[in-house]
């Protein structure tokens, strides 16, 4: 397998950097590599938030405790939860039956345990959580049900895998157990300066990921049944259940005489990332998708044209853009609305 190689660059002189470990640092796995993540838990995936770590409030049937500590527990944009095991150096042959067990236990809570752990945690690290307020952005912005946290994802990390433990992986994600791989590599620089990568190790890309073919027509949803057509009703219950993302992307459209709407601007206008967006956008085809969500709509209520280079330009049929603007303004103008910032 090739692995990856790094270089300082002067000029066009390029030297290799060698690569170390983190004992060798003397870096540790939880005071270390575990903040690190949670500095920035889109090593998880774009849009995933942390929502608790070292947790190990567990208990059985019968009352007893469960002596298990949980690294990482982070949900990702479409509300499934992700457990996350690290090791700082190559993983044991037993990481991955330790995370399926961990991934077991969550698969049992319920929505308003994920807000209590949220809000602790929050609140452990000295900001202010209200329970109530987190169950409500988590089950609207990142679409959590009881449905998704029964299929939590697992992610791996360290610094390397043994093939007991690559070859189990492959099986269990034939087995549709959303498991991936992230391999960590430390280097030290010739200034004593670490440098630390994470990459994805599985699952690999598809080939078809690498290749080009011909657009589909209508990108933003899987069925060519469109369902019922919009209407005021609908849309509002939209801008009442809508994730950031989806409430910046029409309001963007909504705009008289609209020019491109694209990620990038629906990003700033709601204050995520471009990441969070493609997740957000992505739970919107969920939530239409969902009987309990009650729209019975199939597809967005913004079409999508396709610029050169690929880049996606979202726009609103005109009647619809009026309705949208009618909603956002009784919503401002209603003492206590919910208005998404810019």
Known sequence: ??????????????????????PVLELQE???????ILANPTILGPGVEIITSEYDGWQAAN????????????IAPDGHLIVAELKRETAPH???????TYAAMVSRLTPQDVAELYASDRRRRGQEADTDSVLNR?????????????????????????????ATVVWLSEQ??????????????????????FSRLYPVPDVEEFTIGRRPDSPATTTDDPGAPWDEDSLRRLAELGNPSTIALLDLC????AGH??????????????????????????????????????????????????????????????????????????????????
Not at 271 to 290: C, D, E, F, H, P
């Open 94 to 100: 037993s990481i991955h039956m330790q995370a399926i």
């Open 254 to 257: 909504a705009v008289e005489d």
């Open 1 to 22: 397998m090739y692995d990856e190689v790094l270089f300082t660059v002067d000029g066009s002189t390029a030297s290799p950097v060698d690569r170390v470990t983190l």
């Open 176 to 197: 549709h157990v959303d498991i991936s791989l992230i391999r960590f590599r430390p280097y030290r620089l010739g200034n004593q300066q670490t440098v630390v990568s």
């Open 261 to 342: 709407v694209g990620v990038e601007e629906v990003a700033t206008h709601a204050g995520v990332t471009k990441g969070s967006v493609r997740g957000q956008l992505a739970g919107l085809t969920m939530r239409l998708k969902n009987p309990a969500h009650g729209f019975t709509q199939n597809q967005w209520p913004v079409g999508i044209n396709w610029l050169p280079g690929g880049v996606a330009s979202y726009s609103m049929e005109t009647h619809l853009a009026a309705l949208w603007r009618t909603i956002r303004k009784q919503d401002t103008e209603t003492p206590g609305a919910a208005t998404t910032s810019p």
């Open 30 to 36: 939880r005071a270390h590599l575990q903040e690190w």
């Open 138 to 166: 988590l089950t609207t912005e990142f679409l959590l049900t009881a449905e998704t946290i029964r299929h939590p994802r697992i992610v791996l990390i360290a610094s390397d895998f043994p093939p007991s433990v690559t």
């Open 63 to 74: 009352g007893d405790r469960v002596l298990d500590r949980l690294d990482l527990l982070a």
